[in-house]
């Protein structure tokens, strides 16, 4: 199993819709996740796929054609500037997380 | 509720020495994770316990890192002889049963070789 998250850096206006891309590749049914991390706090859950629920403004849809699980939302704020990981648990139970990206919202 | 806990938040030491690091997870949670994170990179998995057995170590460096879970509980971690590409930060999280719930992560542990 494995999580690949694209963009190393991304930087938008305050304002902007914002879009942080997620592809992973496993062959069952995987559970999905995105975690955020904000400067100096620790690690935690954003939203997961089974919820679908919306967080903070935040939205993802688990696309298994394309096996991807973007994170959006349509209008930027500055306080959502931070570390975004995506993350995949298996049928197993276990976790493996993408390399990050790393979101700067630009007054 | 008390968050999960972690011990020390920093550590160096020299190349071929050994470290532990602790971690206490959330009251009732069954299920404990350790993970490394090298700079720039994502929290790798090392080690999953549920309860005091393990489920997952496939990535654990068994040669030189060892953790145990005793009654379930709390947790070490330990690192003998470490080596250079050792420095990371050492993540403890923990959920409620299994990894399909939110983790809950520590603060961390940064360990820094020299």
């Known amino acids: 199993q494995r999580v690949t998250q694209p963009e190393k850096l991304l930087s938008v206006f305050k304002g902007a819709p914002v879009e942080l891309k997620c592809n992973y590749s496993?062959?069952?049914?995987?559970?999905l996740f995105w975690y955020v991390q904000y400067s100096r706090q620790r690690l935690q859950l954003l939203l997961r796929h089974i919820s679908r629920e919306s967080i903070k403004g935040f939205t993802a849809d688990l696309n298994k054609g394309e096996t991807s699980f973007h994170l959006k939302k349509p209008f930027a704020q500055e306080e959502d500037s931070a570390m975004y990981y995506c993350?995949?648990?298996?049928?197993?139970?276990?976790?493996?997380f993408g390399d990050g990206t790393t979101l700067t919202v630009k007054p | 509720e008390a968050g999960v806990a972690q011990s020390p938040r920093y550590k160096i030491i020299e190349k071929r020495q050994s470290v532990a690091f602790w971690c206490n997870p959330i009251s009732g949670h069954a299920t404990l994770y350790w993970y490394q994170q090298i700079l720039g990179q994502g929290p790798k998995l090392l080690i999953q316990f549920q309860n005091n057995g393990v489920v997952d170590d496939s990535q654990l460096p068994k040669d030189r890192f060892s953790a145990e879970r005793l009654k379930g509980v709390d947790s070490t971690l330990k690192i003998q002889p470490a080596k250079l590409e050792d420095s990371a930060v050492y993540l403890c999280a923990s959920t409620l049963w299994t990894s399909a719930g939110e983790q809950f992560f520590g603060p961390g542990t940064r360990l820094t070789v020299l």
């Open positions: 496993y062959s069952g049914s995987p559970e």
């Open positions: 993350a995949l648990s298996s049928n197993a139970g276990k976790s493996t």
